[in-house]
């Protein structure tokens, strides 16, 4: 497995590559692939990239490229945006249960747009002091980098290396229409395999839920090419043994067609869909109309299925608010994470100590407040030895301590906060009269008397604060409460005494704030659900 992972990684460029693509290099990676190999699979990256609705992505989801493909851009030594025009991988037989696992049976290719610099390319893998030797460098782990053109380089394991090297006779196979079809330009994918040949031990694992499907893998090969000429058109051919075994994979794919149009139709139906992710409605709403008019046809032996999506509107915009709207989402719930942790941290603290800290580290001469209660917590949080770098007789901006504003753990970063200057925090306890939070005194969870499951003690406050800062949300039971509150999607995420974290929403009456916020004036508010 510790081979295979490279590979895998680096198919992942087919959606983090750039524009400007060619039509391919004359040393093409599809002349290398043996046509009795077992799969092959062939992405023009640069062009993927250059489709408008994938610039779009890219505009409104900032650094998403290298948060999910940065592996395989390590690996390779480039930048994919820049560098990178195709990625090809094949592999001349799955692995059996008894092979040798040393010995991965995969080779991966890379073409680029300009010339490469041969001693950039997989930093982390070679020897120390490793040379290029007859246009090949060996890695630590048996795999070989073979530099074959300018613009082409290949890594595989060295014991396919003389094989690779070797002219491939022209032959036919079983593959060879699959690679014809993958040396169309218009091809921006194109996937080609011989399912028969996997191991019963691959099939046998395979989830129930795929049961219903096995006939697909019954198929001698099958081809699919995804292409985007006037729409995103789809297109899969099998190939199998005789006319029955055909009948039979047609009913499958045609049940496969009812299966995603009722699965397509059903998600966008959901109520429960987030704000930004209902834009994509529309989109769904089309793609299910294609899925629809999708074709499945038969003739003799080979069975063929065709859908063309075809998209009423604005497609980059609907994509890209879907993926802002997942994004959105996954940032929340990281969020909400995050005051977990901040919460659980408090109580493991309250269980040593017997009281939640002091809203501030003050100095016992003076009661001046020197250091935030966040400070506090942090051998909680699994920061030990940051926090012994503190001086705590010294306030935060003091020479020394403000030193470690730069250290802020991301347990106190509000994710997707783009207003945030480093070091700073919105995760903020309320402080004042009535609140779980005293300024300068430990505060007893038996001090809480309207339930711990109904009492806030931090929130995402408005303001950014500097972490290690003693300041908080300064609260006033006189005054409104959603003011000093952040608020995405009209709503606010709370932390309770009792560990859990709620989204509260903007619409909540004042005199409900501070129900929740006053730990013991005997009104504790309603339930909320999360």
């Not at 994918?189 to 129930?208: A, D, H, N, Y």
């Not at 045609?254 to 834009?279: H, I, Y």
């Amino acid at each position: 497995m510790r081979r295979i992972r490279p590979f895998l990684s680096v198919l992942a460029l087919a959606f983090a590559g750039p524009a400007l693509a060619v039509a391919g290099p004359v040393d093409s990676p599809l002349e290398r692939i043996p046509t009795d190999a077992e799969l092959f699979v062939h992405i023009r990256v640069a062009a993927i990239w250059d489709l408008p609705v994938m610039q779009e992505i890219r505009k409104h989801y900032p650094g998403a490229a290298d948060a999910i493909f940065g592996p395989a851009e390590r690996f390779l030594g480039q930048k994919a945006e820049q560098q990178i025009d195709t990625v090809t991988v094949y592999v001349n037989r799955f692995p059996r249960p008894d092979d040798d696992d040393e010995v991965f049976p995969g080779v991966l290719q890379v073409t680029t747009r300009e010339p490469y610099d041969k001693k950039k390319l997989i930093p982390g893998h070679r020897k120390a002091q490793a040379e290029d030797k007859d246009g090949v460098v060996k890695f630590d782990d048996g795999m070989e980098l073979h530099f074959l053109s300018p613009k082409h380089y290949a890594v595989l394991d060295m014991g396919q290396a003389e094989a690779f090297r070797k002219p491939l006779a022209v032959k036919p196979g079983p593959l060879a229409a699959a690679l014809k079809t993958a040396r169309d330009p218009a091809a921006m994918m194109t996937i080609g395999g011989r399912p028969e040949r996997l191991p019963k031990s691959v099939t046998e694992r395979l989830p129930q839920s795929f049961k219903p499907y096995l006939s697909l893998l019954t198929a001698k090969t099958f081809t699919v090419t995804v292409s985007t000429e006037k729409s995103l058109a789809i297109h899969a051919t099998f190939t199998t043994a005789d006319d029955d075994a055909a009948k039979r994979l047609e009913d499958v794919l045609t049940g496969v067609k009812k299966d995603a149009e009722a699965g397509v139709t059903a998600f966008g139906e959901r109520d429960d869909l987030p704000v930004n992710v209902k834009e994509m409605t529309g989109l769904l709403r089309d793609v299910a109309a294609s899925v629809h008019a999708a074709t499945v046809t038969r003739d003799g032996s080979t069975v063929s299925a065709k859908v063309s999506v075809t998209v009423k509107g604005d497609l980059a915009k609907m994509v890209a608010g879907g993926v802002s709207g997942v994004r959105k989402a996954a940032n929340r719930l990281k969020s909400s994470n995050n005051l977990k942790q901040l919460s659980l941290a408090i109580l493991n603290y309250s269980d040593v100590v017997d009281g939640v800290p002091p809203a501030a580290i003050v100095d016992p001469a003076t009661g001046k407040p020197l250091l935030s209660w966040r400070v506090a917590m942090l051998p909680y949080l699994g920061h030990d030895a940051l926090y012994k770098q503190f001086k705590l007789t010294e306030a935060w901006d003091s020479p020394h301590n403000k030193k470690l504003l730069a250290e802020m753990p991301a347990v106190f970063a509000l994710p997707g906060d783009a207003d945030a200057k480093a070091g700073e925090t919105r995760y903020l306890a309320f402080v004042g009269k009535g609140t779980v939070f005293n300024a300068t005194a430990q505060t007893r969870l038996s001090a809480v008397k309207d339930g711990d499951a109904s009492t806030v003690m931090l929130c995402e406050s408005a303001k950014h604060v500097p972490w290690t800062k003693p300041e908080d949300v300064d609260y006033d039971p006189a005054k409104p409460v959603a003011g000093a509150l952040h608020f995405i999607d009209d709503t606010c995420q709370v932390a309770f005494v009792n560990g859990s974290v709620k989204a509260l929403a903007k619409t909540l009456e004042d005199k409900l704030w501070h129900q929740f916020i006053q730990m013991a004036d005997g009104n504790p508010p309603p339930a909320v659900k999360k």
